[in-house]
């Protein structure tokens, strides 16, 4: 290990409580960046992987599907979390959903929903979340003047439009948050309950029963939603297994809201503390795609995924072997300063802005443009109804370390 590194980077890296604290986070990823960006990680409670934390070698990892698989590992899962999946499902992977699936199947499964979630077709969608942006923004005034915008909002806002998407009504969308909470947040005492895996389990058998009954009921009442498509999907003329199936719905559901409501959470938080962006945000509403796209980089809600070689190889000048894994660190390649200039600036004219956070390649996000759309709708509505606003309290963030981001963020602020 090379001498700059601090010799407990291996569990600095890996520990869930490192990504509740941005600037430990940061600075320890720094440290990767410049000393060992391609790192041999072996932590005492996971399996040993390699951390990739520089732009130019994620993107090219993830560029190159052929040689870098999404199978078998997705993401970090402690030795006892493994195992105790392995006896209780047989499998080490979660649920076969997009992102643990590698061609034929990565390939056809992704195109059953993929003209869905096409900026084509997203922009049937717009007035609708328009219209839920409008709403956002009146309960956020109902509210008074002062609350917790990360639980109160954020949490909601996107919840609503996925749910939307996916054809859940309103009344089950307490259960949503709660169930996706509790798998992205099962290591915080906050969000899962603090017990890891078993948490996560739970969530996942909650999911399934839930989204078994929603399939019989589009099969006898289709509609235009994505559970439509899902419920009557077939692939070579054959219809979809059920264990893909609900894995698809759970994907969609979970990853569909918790990266947005991080990404418009941490966001605004970038922009309170950057009152200068703020005044310029709202002087021109024009920068609202350029500012979008920074809030995401800055915040970066998804911290990794894995992918795996399929031959021995060279990455970042590191000897590779067959079968190991590496872990493609987003946040840390949007700050990497080969490619973006001050990239612990927060700029919200940033461009080019060539951030990771959505992934690269094959398996770039699908949701990308709906958190975009999202995103700018209620900023829009926020920046031109509501001002003054201000840390009311001090912000905290989930200690997770695969999907994460504010989990208080305490605001003040007027009605325009
Ligand atoms: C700011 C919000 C979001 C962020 C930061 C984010 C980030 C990511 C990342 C990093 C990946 C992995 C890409 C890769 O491996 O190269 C991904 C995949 C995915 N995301 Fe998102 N996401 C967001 C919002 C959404 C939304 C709104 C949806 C709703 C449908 C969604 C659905 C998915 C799906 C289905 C995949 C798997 C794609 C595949 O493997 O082919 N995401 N996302």
Redesign the pocket.
């Known amino acids: 290990m090379p001498a700059e590194l601090d010799p407990n980077i291996n569990e600095i890296i890996t520990a869930p409580e490192t990504y509740g604290d941005e600037a430990l986070y940061h600075q320890a990823f720094s440290m990767l960046r410049d000393h060992d960006p391609v790192h041999w990680t072996d932590a005492a409670a996971y399996r040993p992987f390699w951390a990739v934390t520089r732009h130019a070698d994620v993107a090219r990892v ?1 560029l190159d599907a052929q040689n870098f698989l ?1 199978a078998p590992r997705q993401f970090l899962v402690t030795k006892t979390d493994e195992d105790m999946m392995l006896a209780q499902t047989g499998s080490s992977t979660f649920a076969r ?3 643990a ?1 590698d061609n034929p199947d ?1 390939k056809a499964y ?1 195109a059953l929903t993929a003209e869905w ?1 096409s900026p084509k077709t997203l922009r049937n969608l717009e007035a609708k979340v328009g219209e839920l942006a409008r709403e956002t923004v009146d309960r956020l005034i109902a509210l008074g003047g002062e609350c917790d915008f990360a639980k109160d909002i954020a949490a909601w806002y ?1 919840l609503r ?2 749910m939307l ?1 996916l054809g859940v009504p309103q009344e089950d969308e307490p259960l949503m948050l709660r169930l996706s909470q509790k798998i992205f947040g099962s290591t915080d005492e906050d969000t899962g309950g603090g017990d890891g895996m078993a948490s996560m389990m739970e969530a996942f058998a909650e999911f399934n029963t839930y989204f078994s009954a929603m399939t019989a009921a589009r099969r006898a009442d289709p509609r235009n939603d994505v559970a439509t498509i899902l419920s009557t999907a077939t692939i070579d003329g054959q219809p979809i297994g059920d264990d893909e199936r609900n894995a698809y719905y759970l ?2 559901a979970a ?3 918790d ?2 409501s ?2 418009i959470s941490g966001g605004l938080l970038g922009l309170i503390r950057n009152p200068d962006q703020m005044a310029r945000l709202r002087a021109d509403p024009g920068l609202m795609p350029k500012a979008v796209d920074e809030f ?1 980089r800055w ?4 911290k990794h ?1 894995f992918r795996t070689a399929v031959h021995d190889c060279e990455v970042g000048g590191k000897a590779i072997k067959a079968g190991d894994s590496l872990m ?1 660190c ?1 946040p840390s390649a949007n700050r990497d300063a080969d490619v973006f200039a001050a990239p612990f600036e927060f700029r919200i004219d940033r461009s080019p802005n060539r951030h ?13 443009h ?2 975009k759309l ?2 700018k709708a209620l900023f829009s509505e926020l920046l031109a109804r509501v001002e003054d606003i201000e840390l009311a309290g001090e912000p905290a963030w989930v200690k997770a370390n695969f999907v994460s981001g504010l989990k208080r963020l305490p605001i003040r602020y007027r009605a325009a």
């Open positions: 993830e999404n959903n997009l992102v699936m990565h992704r979630f996107p439009t996925i998407v994907i969609v990853a569909g809201h990266t947005t991080s990404a995401i915040t970066s809600p998804v995924f493609m987003y990771v956070a959505f992934g690269y390649g094959p398996h770039v996000c699908l949701g990308q709906l958190a999202e995103m």
